[in-house]
């Protein structure tokens, strides 16, 4: 069984599953992260939605691309969670499947070019009171 984070599915609702990959990025003591503007407004682990056709590992290279401007090199999958949740850019509610990695960066490319999304620095302490949600920051507790 796959473990859930976050707040339980409501009974009236309806939530199409939305399998993601996302990554722990660590460097030189620090991990690179992503804020997402609006509408979330929140400092999240790099990646997003693996698309029809993608491998895991092909949505992780391409999201962390586009939302800090990095490359990364040696994924190495930690696990997953799932979580409940409304997704406001695209006006529908899903089950998140999640798929966590952790990476190294290797070289910054450019800006993300992803809208409303800024590659950030953090400590890792800081990133557990910072992330979003609790299953980003259950796995990061994990490497840290």
């Known amino acids: 069984m796959i473990r859930r984070y976050g707040t339980p599915p409501k009974h009236d ?6 399998p993601g990959a996302y990554v722990i990025l660590p460097r030189d003591g620090m ?19 693996i698309d029809p056709g993608e ?5 992780l290279h391409r999201e ?20 409940f949740t409304w997704m406001p850019e695209y ?4 089950e998140k499947l999640c798929h966590i990695y952790v990476a190294r960066p290797t070289l910054r490319i450019r800006n ?11 400590s890792p302490t ?14 990061l507790r994990g490497v840290i």
């Open 91 to 94: 006006k529908r509610h899903a």
């Open 112 to 122: 993300p070019v992803e809208p409303n999304h800024t590659a950030v620095w953090v």
């Open 126 to 139: 800081d990133a557990l009171g910072m992330l979003a949600n609790d299953g980003d920051a259950a796995f």
């Open 31 to 49: 991990l690179l992260l992503t804020w997402q503007g609006d509408p979330h407004n929140e400092l999240q682990l790099p990646g997003g939605g």
């Open 55 to 59: 491998t895991p590992i092909q949505a």
């Open 13 to 18: 609702v309806r939530y199409g599953l939305r």
């Open 64 to 83: 962390v691309f586009e939302e800090t401007g990095w490359r990364i090199a040696k994924p190495r999958r930690l696990g997953a969670f799932r979580r």
